[in-house]
């Protein structure tokens, strides 16, 4: 699975950002990771194709909303009320199996979009 993500940007603290990744082909799930400066690369948000089951890491419950539109084989990151700490470079994952932990391990994932940025300021 070839994956592009975008939607990427600078905003202030409060704003809001969609990302999009449009991926060439089907997997279990598909999942947003990011990975700050000197951090390891952390779960966001995941969403199984068929039931559309969704599963979000609790630093972005009640603020991000992951959905996806199986006739364009894309999924997005609806993510409001932006803080500081959201900044990150994030990217776009496909994989998983029925089997994933919850909340998803990065190694779970196979497939891995080139990252788009997101700087949220003060």
């Known amino acids: 699975v070839q994956l592009q993500a975008s939607g990427g940007g600078s905003v202030q603290a409060r704003g809001s950002l969609r990302l999009s990744c449009a991926a060439s082909?089907?997997?279990?799930?598909m999942g947003w990771f990011r990975q700050a400066p000197g951090k390891e690369r952390e779960f966001v948000a995941a969403i199984t194709w068929s039931l559309s089951r969704t599963y979000y890491a609790d630093s972005v419950k009640g603020r991000f909303t992951i959905s996806r539109d199986n006739a364009k084989g894309a999924v997005y990151l609806q993510m409001n009320n932006l803080n500081v700490e959201d900044t990150a470079l994030y990217y776009c994952a496909a994989g998983g199996t029925y089997k994933m932990t919850i909340p998803p391990r990065p190694d779970e994932f196979g497939s891995w979009g080139q990252g788009t940025q997101v700087t949220v300021s003060s």
């Open positions: 082909g089907r997997s279990y799930a």
